[in-house]
């Protein structure tokens, strides 16, 4: 029902707004204009406006912030964006000024409002309990899902930033988190403690972290290191996560690498690593989930080795160049067109 009154506004709307772009790719797509924009990803609609926002509401801004503050930029102003891959939470946002409210629009039920008050901006959400699926029973780790009363402020002066998530629930308490940071240029640290309850299944509870960059012209990086609450059980480990990304360019040479580690607290290991080179349209690189990745890309063609299957990629113009159409091929017989075209 919510989704068909979505599409219904986006029928209204569609006739309103003679100068749109669209856009076609595999199954996402798009038609946007200067100020309004409305987007299809896997039968889910994103639309957006000065005043109003549907979409993923847990990609950006608050809801992700309270669902995992850990690896969330510092704001709580409230965001629904295009749905990712992986994005299943929906929600609404109405932006007035420095005042916005919302509400989610699927899966677990909450609404939330948020004030920008200058150097300080603070927010509430309410989230009722969820479904009975989404509880595991007598794990300590996990949300049990129960009403939970969110309460977040944040601020910051000069390169300094802090920010507190206060939350409560009938069966689990109290629970807080706090975040203190400093950043300057391509230099930031982000100092990390307690956690909220868990707004949705699905993850452990942390104790600490912390992230960081350094960057100069041409060079950046980024780490991240987090601990997991202290075990409960003695046949349990304390996790942790630790990862690296860094950037370097030399000339028109870009250099990548990603190196990722995690320890859970069941005592499994888990390590991924990336590194890749690229250099006018020409990118030669190793992934340890996905071998060697290599492509060239031209105006009208790219080819290329990716998740151990080869594509080729052809683009071309019709219609008085005014749309192009773009195909790839894989060896793995999958075949995925796109169609971008300007009204």
């Known amino acids: 029902m919510k989704r068909m009154i979505l599409i219904l506004i986006a029928a209204i709307s569609i006739p309103f707004l003679p100068a749109l772009s669209l856009v076609r790719d595999g199954e996402a797509g798009y038609a946007e204009d200067d100020s309004f924009r409305i987007s299809f990803s896997g039968h889910q609609l994103y639309m957006a406006d000065e005043h109003i926002e549907f979409g993923q509401i847990d990609r950006a801004g608050l809801v992700r ?52 008050f200058g150097y300080m901006e603070a927010a509430m959400l309410f989230a009722f309990s969820g479904s009975e699926s989404d509880r595991i029973i007598g794990d300590p780790f996990r949300n049990e899902e129960g009403n939970v009363l969110y309460a977040a402020v944040g601020g910051g002066y000069s390169i300094f930033s802090a920010m507190g998530i206060f939350s409560f629930s009938d069966t689990k308490g109290i629970s807080l988190y706090g975040a203190l940071g400093a950043e300057y240029e391509d230099y930031s640290i982000y100092v990390m403690a307690g956690d909220p309850i868990s707004l949705y299944s699905g993850r452990d509870a942390r104790l600490f972290g912390i992230r960081g960059s350094i960057g100069e012209e041409g060079f950046r990086s980024e780490f991240e290191l987090t601990y997991g609450a202290i075990p409960v059980f003695s046949n349990n480990f304390m996790p942790r996560t630790a990862e690296l990304r860094s950037e370097l360019w030399i000339g028109n040479a870009r250099l990548y690498s990603a190196m990722r580690y995690s320890f859970t607290r069941t005592g499994r290991t888990y390590k991924s690593d990336y590194a890749a080179i690229s250099f006018d349209g020409l990118r030669i690189g190793y992934s340890s989930s996905g071998g060697i990745v290599a492509s060239y890309s031209h105006d009208l063609f790219e080819i290329g080795i990716e998740n151990r299957s080869y594509y080729i990629e052809v683009k071309l113009g019709f219609i008085a160049d005014n749309a192009d159409i773009t195909i790839r091929l894989t060896s793995d017989g999958h075949i995925r067109t796109a169609v971008s075209m300007v009204l």
């Open 65 to 116: 912030t309270i669902a995992d503050p850990y690896s969330a930029p510092m704001t709580l102003r409230p965001q629904a964006k295009p749905y990712a891959y992986s994005g299943k939470h929906s929600g609404a946002v109405l932006k007035l000024g420095p005042l916005a409210a919302g509400t989610s629009l699927s899966d677990r039920p909450f609404a939330f409002a948020y004030s920008d």
